[in-house]
């Protein structure tokens, strides 16, 4: 079977949770394939932050762990974006938004996030702070 994972499943397989982990951890380790968008590893990046306080580091970390898995199936362009933009500093979100952004044919991102501005344009990308 091939599934698609909701945050709330890729959270409790990496969060102990006493009622809900092993299920959704035996979820993910039998199915033939598990299908996870960009927007479930951005929600899962922010709520591991932001909830749950986790660092950049540890959150690149449980990204990388989900991605290189056999049977886990993604947009890898997007998520190495994501990745690089977690590595130098910024969201994990913010890096997937301005790839997804190019990719549909966008030609510069635009924020008030000063930290993303920045990490994008040291890696190259026409990138603009608003103010």
Request: charged residues 25%; contains cysteine; proline residues 1%.
């Amino acid at each position: 079977m091939r599934i698609i994972a909701d945050t709330n499943v890729l959270l409790r397989a990496f969060i102990d949770d006493p009622a809900q982990s092993r299920s959704a951890r035996v979820s993910l380790a039998e199915a033939d394939a598990v299908v996870v968008g960009r927007h479930a590893l951005c929600e899962l990046a922010w709520v591991l932050r932001y909830s749950y306080k986790f660092s950049r580091d540890q959150i690149a970390n449980l990204i990388r762990e989900l991605r290189d898995k056999e049977n886990v199936v993604t947009d890898r362009a997007a998520v190495e974006a994501g990745l690089a933009a977690i590595d130098a500093g910024a969201d994990f979100a913010d890096g997937v938004i301005a790839y997804e952004g190019r990719w549909l044919g966008g030609e510069i991102f635009v924020s008030f996030d000063r930290k993303a501005v920045s990490v994008l344009a040291a890696q190259g990308q026409k990138a603009r702070l608003l103010s």
